[in-house]
């Protein structure tokens, strides 16, 4: 690969951040931020949201192998924009409080949505702008601005969920509650839109002098796959990213843990999910920068020893409402090891020398296996919640995270000793 060094406007990057976790609010954000108050004004259980997350995964592993090599084809800015507006109108369906079964639904297509057309484009474009020489600022910048741009709608949806709730939330009725949260459905729907513009708009102008070189008309056939099956490290990150991604989805229950545990009502657990968010980006920009200096698979073998440590820390049942400090000091640390093992599996690319020209088709093949847990998570959560209701519950999902911990590392270890094994 040229030495193809960072030349793309800084507002690209930050349009990137902006489509980056916006397509991810209606499915996830929502959810993870107003855990307790999408059961309730769903009327449905943690096993039943499970499902629904079962249901985006089997559609996002199919569109993971075909939007892989569909983003090797096609510009970025066409597919995603495209991607954001149809997620947003799934959102406005959201608002309508549909019944189980049509949440099946709703989900499946946003599996389509935010993975066949979005996530493989967004990934490519990442590292287009990032060049050579900067994978860790510009996946940490991705990572931490996508962390920051969470936070700031999961507050203004607090803010407007609270505008909606007049009075003490203790004495509202389940409509009251349920009409609120479909103003904050709502708002995230309108402004997905918007962003969806800005992205058809103004990310035309990324570019790469060796992505112009790429036959695109051979971009759909299995010798791209061969290819990329050839490197070590392809194998080596669908673990990384399998045990990763589990542990950034264990990052849904805190609101759970302090409602149900530390006894927070439904808004201070909400703002629990919120505060957490705001670590990503100062957590994205450190650690991208910190990887640019030596080396990214070496912090994500330190995030995973700190998602060990703290999972164990919950699992062990010392936290309670009486160890507040202990509790914001374990979910601190937590995201720290989560968001540094998140922000950087992908900038292990250039790390493990694979061609930019098999960017999409490396990530979709990747990402068939990495994430999984959008398939399993969600029920084995929602299995272990309903089944041990409760602290216990949660004690036990964070006793499984640590098994995953274990395993990141040690397939971690194996990529920062080796990471590059050409075809």
Not at 135 to 142: H, V, W
Not at 188 to 207: E, H, W, Y
Not at 332 to 345: E, K, N, Q
Not at 413 to 423: A, D, G, R
Request: charged share 15%; hydrophobic share 50%; with cysteine.
């Amino acid at each position: 690969m040229k030495n193809n060094k960072t030349s793309s406007p800084a507002y690209i990057i930050i349009l990137l951040i902006l489509a980056g976790e916006a397509v991810f609010i209606l499915p996830f954000v929502l959810q993870r931020i107003f855990r307790p108050t999408f059961l309730e004004t769903f009327a449905i259980t943690n096993l039943q949201i499970g499902s629904c997350f079962s249901i985006y995964g089997l559609v996002a592993l199919f569109s993971y192998l075909f939007g892989g090599p569909l983003a090797d084809k096609f510009k970025p800015h066409i597919l995603m924009s495209v991607a954001l507006m149809l997620t947003a109108l799934g959102g406005f369906y959201l608002a309508t409080y549909p019944t189980l079964k049509n949440l099946h639904l709703l989900y499946g297509f946003w599996g389509f949505t935010t993975i066949f057309l979005f996530w493989a484009s967004m990934i490519k474009a990442t590292r287009i702008w990032g060049g050579t020489d900067k994978q860790g600022i510009a996946f940490g910048f991705l990572d931490g601005g996508r962390g920051l741009t969470a936070a700031l709608f999961g507050s203004v949806g607090v803010m407007i969920f609270s505008f909606f709730i007049t009075k003490e939330i203790e004495v509202t009725t389940l409509d009251e509650r349920r009409e609120a949260f479909k103003q904050v459905i709502i708002y995230s729907s309108v402004a997905i839109c918007i962003i969806a513009l800005l992205v058809f708009f103004f990310l035309k102008n990324l570019n790469s002098s060796e992505e112009n070189t790429i036959d695109k008309s051979k971009s759909l056939t299995l010798s791209s796959f061969k290819q990329v099956m050839k490197f070590r490290a392809v194998w080596l990150l669908m673990i990384i990213i399998l045990c990763a991604y589990f542990g950034y989805k264990m990052t849904d229950v805190f609101s759970l843990y302090a409602n149900q545990v530390m006894n927070y009502n439904e808004i201070d657990s909400a703002k629990v999910g919120t505060y957490l968010l705001y670590m990503r980006p100062v957590i994205g920009v450190v650690i991208g920068l910190l990887a640019d200096r030596t080396r990214a698979s070496l912090w994500i073998i330190i995030g995973f020893i700190l998602m060990l440590i703290t999972s164990l820390v919950f699992a062990s049942g010392i936290l309670n409402d009486s160890t507040t400090l202990l509790f914001i000091l374990s979910i601190g640390t937590m995201a720290l090891g989560v968001y540094s093992a998140r922000v950087l599996y992908f900038a292990t690319l250039e790390e493990s020398k694979i061609p930019l020209a098999l960017t999409g088709t490396a990530v979709g093949f990747i990402s068939i296996v990495g994430y999984t847990p959008d398939i399993f998570a969600g029920p084995l959560m929602g299995y272990v919640l309903d089944a041990n209701p409760g602290e216990i519950g949660l004690r036990h999902v964070f006793a499984i995270m640590s098994g995953f911990s274990l395993v990141g590392s040690i397939a971690a270890y194996f990529l920062y000793k080796n990471p590059s094994s050409n075809p």
